[in-house]
């Protein structure tokens, strides 16, 4: 006969087993990280993309941490521009101290993948890619298992200013409708040839207006160049691609929209609040004060700005987006450029608790009441997960954008510039872009801005090849 004690061990060992296999049986085993430790504590190393976002995140940190105090939650915000860099930096110090390896980072799409392959992990049972609506937008590896989730959509165009359009509809011979004769704005301007009348008699008529330019200035400070150098430049990219039948990152491309992208860049740098002796030094924040206080009519941005303009004392019912357009056949049932280059990884060289807690913190983000309305409404993010059917933007931006799709046959922008080369070609372009501004000082079809522009197609064409030929090794 067993003794009381002998009977009291086996039934602690029955018991333990009995938990564990509960713990299989509700799908632990399948989570994030299988055979993580699961354990109280933790670290959350987040590297930010978004500086706009920086002070938001940090309530968020602090939000969270109130229910798991345990739990460290680092979140750091590199400088516009700057966070490559201070990724990598932080990654190559963490070698030597694997605890602060950032857990939480950010890839802007395909090419990005191919500079962090080593570090993205498997995403199949992470909260991120279980709650993703439409499991296609996720990035992948060679075996097709996803790697990175894109954690917003987000929409740019022209920005406008509601009531100063509506200012300059009511003078005599404007080129514009008022809105009450049936007509709105943006049913009225549909192609770059309606767009550039309207902009330029806006600017002869500044003066009458109360306005320095139709345009924000174009600045090539580093926190705006990217508007211009990447985000402009999407445009006859897109019209490319879609006419080639481009789906993946070409080895090469052509010239046959880059015209185009000079028409629309003429019109922001004549059309402007500003000189083009002045643009080297002009910043994203000259833009958006420029834009806030009425002091222009349109600002190429997207949804994102909306904080920063909202800051600067815009009100929300006064703004609204056109899209991009450059004078192409058909560009009347183009919508707004829409897509994403946020792409969320979880870092695989992280301590195996770590990353099991920014799954947690994940799953709490993407769950929570808090959490889905601070990125939902505080952040302004169109977001791509199941579980924010029920939130709606607080954004105009976003409003606007979601409105503007919707209409009969508009057709969205790609983000192609997802497969741009490398920053080098982005540098590159933005560098002639400049230099054409500059050269344009004595005309726009002066010799001197045409052997500019020459050099910028070039930048574009050819240095796409070469960048390209670098990127994959065959240089």
Not at 205 to 232: I, P
Not at 278 to 297: I, N, R
Request: glycine residues 8%.
């Amino acid at each position: 006969m067993m003794s009381r004690s002998v009977k009291s061990i086996i039934a602690l060992v029955v018991c333990a087993v009995l938990a564990a296999c509960a713990f299989t049986a509700f799908g632990f085993s399948k989570s994030f990280g299988a055979n993580t430790d699961r354990s109280d504590g933790g670290k959350v190393i987040f590297f930010n993309f978004k500086p706009e976002g920086k002070d938001i995140w940090l309530d968020i940190a602090n939000e969270y941490k109130k229910d798991n105090p345990g739990v460290e939650i680092d979140v750091r915000t590199p400088q516009s521009h700057q966070y490559e860099d201070e990724l990598s930096t932080a990654v190559k110090e963490a070698k030597a101290n694997p605890d602060a390896m950032p857990t939480l980072f950010q890839i802007n799409g395909p090419v990005g993948y191919a500079n962090w392959k080593d570090y993205t992990a498997d995403l199949t049972h992470s909260p991120l890619y279980m709650q993703l609506s439409n499991k296609n937008l996720a990035i992948r590896d060679k075996d097709g298992n996803p790697v990175g989730v894109p954690y917003v959509t987000e929409n740019y165009g022209l920005i406008y200013n509601k009531a100063l359009l509506a200012r300059y509809a009511d003078l005599h011979n404007s080129k514009l409708a008022p809105e009450e004769d049936g007509k709105s704005f943006e049913d009225q301007i549909t192609s770059f040839t309606k767009l550039k009348e309207v902009a330029d008699d806006i600017q002869s008529r500044k003066d009458e207006l109360g306005v320095d330019g139709a345009f924000t200035s174009a600045g090539f400070d580093s926190s705006s160049d990217w508007r211009f150098k990447t985000h402009l430049a999407n445009i006859p990219l897109y019209y490319q691609f879609t006419e080639d039948k481009v789906e993946s990152q070409p080895a090469s491309i052509k010239n046959s929209y880059v015209d185009n992208y000079r028409k629309i860049f003429d019109l922001y740098i004549s059309d402007s609040t500003t000189p083009v002796s002045q643009l080297s030094t002009k910043t994203g924040e000259d833009a958006v004060y420029e834009f806030a206080l009425g002091k222009a009519v349109f600002y190429q941005n997207g949804t994102w700005a909306w904080g920063d303009l909202a800051n600067a004392g815009i009100k929300s019912e006064d703004v609204g987006m056109l899209p991009i357009y450059i004078g192409v056949k058909g560009e009347e049932n183009q919508g707004m450029a829409t897509g994403s280059e946020n792409y969320w990884c979880i870092n695989k060289q992280a301590p195996l608790k770590n990353q099991q807690a920014t799954n947690d913190f994940l799953k709490w983000l993407l769950t929570s009441n808090y959490g889905k309305n601070a990125l939902a409404k505080r952040l302004g993010f169109t977001t791509p997960f199941k579980s924010f059917a029920d939130i709606k933007s607080d954004n105009p931006l976003t409003q606007a954008a979601t409105e503007y799709t919707a209409k009969d046959g508009k057709v969205p922008v790609k983000w192609e510039f997802v497969m741009m080369p490398s920053n080098g070609w982005k540098d590159d372009v933005g560098s002639s872009l400049l230099t054409y501004a500059q050269a344009t000082k004595d005309g726009m079809t002066s010799m001197g801005a045409n052997q500019a522009w020459d050099t910028l197609k070039k930048a574009f064409v050819e240095g796409w090849a070469k960048e390209y030929a670098i990127a994959h090794g065959k240089s």
